[in-house]
């Protein structure tokens, strides 16, 4: 086999399997500018949800700003309810990111909301009502969907 034609073999090999690696068999897909999994059929606890998105190999969804957030609203089904990263099981009202442990620094609540009903809603989630999803403090072993991203997206 002359040189050449290793090269190219070998460039055709690694690209198809870097191609094979991120596409094929990835739960991830591209909404807006970054990669997300929307659970659709199975509806877990706040903590089912953390070990589920682990098991992908990422993390609930921690939204950044408007712009992110309004990609994955447009992908989301009406009436149902997804877990995000936000929580204030640390200290009631101080919402944290799980996926960072500080202070989450971005969020759009329904209204009247956090309430903290019951004095037990210590998750966030994306709750339908009104005709959007918006942010709202629910009951952490309440079952719903979820949405991950990858691990190491930012
Ligand atoms: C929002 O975050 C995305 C990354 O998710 C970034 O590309 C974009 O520039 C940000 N937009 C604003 C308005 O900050
Ligand atoms: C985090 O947010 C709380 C209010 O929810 C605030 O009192 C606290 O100072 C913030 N901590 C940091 C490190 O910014
Ligand atoms: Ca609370
Ligand atoms: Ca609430």
Not at 36 to 54: D, M, N, P
Not at 76 to 97: A, H, P, R
Not at 108 to 114: A, F, L, M, V
Not at 121 to 145: I, P, Q
Request: net charge negative; hydrophobic share 35%; aromatic share 14%.
């Amino acid at each position: 086999m002359n040189k050449l034609f290793f090269g190219v073999l070998v460039s055709i090999l690694v690209v198809y399997g870097s191609v094979d690696c991120r596409v094929v068999g990835s739960p991830y897909q591209l909404i807006g500018s970054k990669y997300y999994y929307i659970e659709r059929s199975e509806e877990v606890t706040w903590f089912g949800a953390l070990h589920k998105c682990q098991a992908i190999g990422g993390h609930l969804l921690s939204i950044k700003n408007q712009t992110e957030f309004d990609a994955i609203k447009s992908k989301l089904e009406v009436e149902k309810d997804y877990w995000i990263d936000i929580n204030d099981l640390t200290k009631e009202g101080e919402f944290l990111s799980v996926v960072t442990g500080r202070n989450a620094t971005y969020f759009n609540w329904h209204e009247d909301e956090p309430n903290n009903g019951g004095d037990d809603e210590n998750c966030g989630e994306l709750w339908y009502v009104n005709d959007e999803h918006l942010m709202n403090d629910d009951y952490c072993l309440e079952k719903e969907f979820f949405i991950c991203e990858p691990k190491d997206q930012i």
